[in-house]
C-alpha cells in the first residue's frame, strides 16, 4: 500500500472522493474542514495531506491543520489505518493527537504508540449524527434570526466560553486571530453562520458551515448558564437544520460528547440519528 503527499486540496479532494463520499454522513467532520481549507484558505496557512492508495485504489485518508490534530476518514480497508499512522509519523509533521470513528481512532493510535513509543490518552469520547428530517419541537418564548456583524462581540465571548467549557483539556489550543477571523467570515455569509435565539435579549447560539453537494455541520451550539433548561437551543438547532434542508442541503450533521446525556437527547428528540461513535486521542 502507498500513502500520497499532497499540497493542493482541490486534487486531494478530487482523488479522495472514493473515500470521503463513501459514507459521508461518517466523513462530515473531514469534509468539513477540507471546505474550510478549499473556501478560506487564510483559515489554515499550514496543512497536510495523506491519501492511501492500494493497487491504484484510494483507501483512506487523513488530513491535519496545524496545530491541531490529525484527522481521519472512514477507510475503504483496514489496513489504511496503518499505512496512513506509519507515514504520518515518517514524515516528522506535529503530531498531537488523532481524532477518528471508532475503531479507527483506537487502531491509529495503537499503531503511532507501536512505531513510536509515545503514549496516548483517549480525551474525548463523541457521537456522530446525521438528520434528513426534523421532528416537531416545542417553542419557547421569542424567536431566531441571523447573527449579523453587529453582533461580533456577544458572538466572540459565546464562541470562547463554548471552548472552554466543552473542549477538553490539553488539546490544541485554537489561535485568538484565526477563531476571530473564521467568526468574521460566518458573520458575512462565506459558506457559514450563526443564529441566535432572541427572547427579549439573546439567549442561544448555533452555527453551521456548508459542505455544497454533501450537507451542512451544524456547531457550535451554546447557551450561557443562566439561560439554560427552557428549551431554547433545542428549538433553535430544529429551525437551524430545518433551514438548511429547505436551502437544498441533503442532510444535516454533528458530533455530541458521549459524557453529556442531556445534550444528545435533545438531538435524538429533534430528529438526528446516531451513525458512529467517535474518540479523540492525545499523543503524550
Known sequence: MEVLRYDDPVTFRRDGAPVLLADVARNNLILGILQVLLD???????????????????????????????????????????????????????LPGVIANLPWADRFAERVTAVTGRSAERILEESVWTLTAVEDVPAPSGSARAATPADRDLVQSWIGAFADEALPPGRPQDDRARRDLEIDLRLAGRGAGYLLWEDGTPVSLSGHREIPGVGSRIGPVYTPPQHRGRGYATRLVAEQSASRLEAGDPACYLYTDLANPTSNAIYARIGYVKVADAAEYLFG
Not at 483496514?78 to 509519523?89: H, K, P, Q, S
Open 40 to 94: 478560506e484558505p487564510d483559515l489554515y496557512p499550514r496543512f497536510h495531506l495523506w491519501l492511501a492508495v492500494h493497487e491504484g485504489r484510494p483507501v483512506g485518508l487523513a488530513m491535519q491543520t496545524e496545530p491541531w490534530n490529525v484527522i481521519l476518514a472512514e477507510p475503504l480497508e483496514d489496513d489504511a489505518v496503518d499505512a496512513l499512522a506509519e507515514a504520518i509519523t515518517a514524515d516528522g509533521a506535529p
